[in-house]
Nanobody, 123 residues
Framework: VQLQASGGGLVQAGGSLRLSCAATGRTFSTYIMGWFRQAPGKEREFVATISSSGGYTYYADSVKGRFTISRDNAKNTVYLQVSSLRPEDTAVYYC?????????????????WGQGTLVTVSS
């Protein structure tokens, strides 16, 4: 599967963006999907994950209550609504797909990665 992330940009603190990740292939609905981010000079970190059906989600504590992950299997797309943004949310955001049977939070459990989309939050 190939993944293409989009929707990043420059936003003021407190603002919102909707990130999208479009996938190719007919098996999108079988994948666990996740979002990760990598800030300058830092390691890539887990943000959120969603089950193959979309019925279950899990978030990093740092974004819980501010970010929402969702998916539309008919459109082969996963979304990340990012709200109440803070300067520390500035990072390249990556979507990823996993063939595991349940939600996972470690990057090594993901098999396919998108190219990333940059979110910059100004104070």
């Amino acid at each position: 599967v190939q993944l293409q992330a989009s929707g990043g940009g420059l936003v003021q603190a407190g603002g919102s963006l909707r990130l999208s990740c479009a996938a190719t292939g007919r098996t999108f609905s079988t994948y666990i999907m996740g979002w990760f981010r990598q800030a300058p000079g830092k390691e890539r970190e887990f943000v959120a994950t969603i089950s193959s059906s979309g019925g279950y989600t899990y978030y990093a504590d740092s974004v819980k209550g501010r970010f929402t992950i969702s998916r539309d299997n008919a459109k082969n797309t996963v979304y990340l609504q990012v709200s109440s943004l803070r300067p520390e949310d500035t990072a390249v955001y990556y979507c990823a797909a996993s063939r595991r049977s349940r939600m996972v939070v470690f990057s090594f459990d993901y098999d396919y990665w998108g190219q990333g989309t940059l979110v910059t939050v100004s104070s």
